[in-house]
Antibody, heavy 119, light 110 residues
Framework: QVQLVESGGGVVQPGRSLRLSCAAS????????MHWVRQAPGKGPEWVGV????????FYTDSVKGRFTISRDNSKNTLDLQMNSLRAEDTAVYYC????????????WGQGTVVTVSS | QSALTQPPSASGSPGQSVTISCTGT?????????VSWYQQHPGKAPKFMIY???KRPSGVPDRFSGSRSGNTASLTVSGLQAEDEADYYC??????????FGGGTKLTVL
């Protein structure tokens, strides 16, 4: 079935790095834009960034620009989020999500992976 | 990239209807037909409920409907059922390949 599974979360000190991964299955991964969305404890979701289906274009929310990088490997059906210079305010559940169609919402979500930035 | 505004809570009795609002600007909700809604139960990932303002994905009951007037989108849940108790979030495309979410509304079925 159509599925996204995130991994790589954990506890990390401020200023350090962490890499999240998302494994896709059950659909033609190479034809979909893919997003990262995060949700801090008790808060609404926050869009983090998107990578287009061909991997050539990437866009980010202002608060992570220059620190986070999204990449994908269409041969392995995987999506990654490299997070550098982590801050306490990056603490959240991180979800990967499939874009239904250009600009058209997030129809498939993973179960999420927890990132805690704390000393 | 300011968050969309939703009421923090809403409630209704079983069988009743409830409407949740989502207010943005002409740069997001009012400017694009790409408003979507999500249902989230505690400890679970969000579930895709409405897209393109008012369309339902397959498998979503027709008790859920979406609409928009100007810069405000709305989600209506008719014939409330106990399992509808959850948090609901709106989202909109905001131009320049960015998206924005609402702060969420906790729906309580009395």
């Amino acid at each position: 079935q159509v599925q996204l599974v995130e991994s790589g979360g954990g506890v990390v000190q401020p200023g350090r790095s962490l890499r999240l991964s998302c494994a896709a299955s059950g659909f033609d991964f190479s034809t979909y834009g893919m997003h990262w969305v995060r949700q801090a404890p008790g808060k609404g979701p926050e869009w983090v960034g998107v990578i287009w289906s061909d991997g050539h274009n990437k866009f980010y929310t202002d608060s992570v620009k220059g620190r986070f990088t999204i990449s994908r490997d269409n041969s392995k059906n995987t999506l990654d989020l490299q997070m550098n210079s982590l801050r306490a305010e990056d603490t959240a559940v991180y979800y990967c999500a499939r874009e239904r169609g250009p600009w058209n919402g997030f129809d498939i979500w993973g179960q999420g992976t927890v990132v805690t930035v704390s000393s | 990239q300011s968050a969309l505004t939703q009421p923090p809570s809403a409630s209704g009795s079983p069988g009743q209807s409830v409407t949740i609002s989502c207010t943005g600007t002409s740069s997001d909700v009012g400017g694009y037909n790409y408003v979507s809604w999500y249902q989230q139960h505690p400890g679970k990932a969000p579930k895709f409920m409405i897209y393109e303002v008012s369309k339902r994905p397959s498998g979503v009951p027709d008790r859920f409907s979406g609409s928009r007037s100007g810069n405000t989108a709305s989600l209506t849940v008719s014939g409330l059922q106990a399992e509808d108790e959850a948090d609901y979030y709106c989202s909109s495309y905001a131009g320049s390949n960015t998206w924005v979410f609402g702060g969420g509304t906790k729906l309580t079925v009395l």
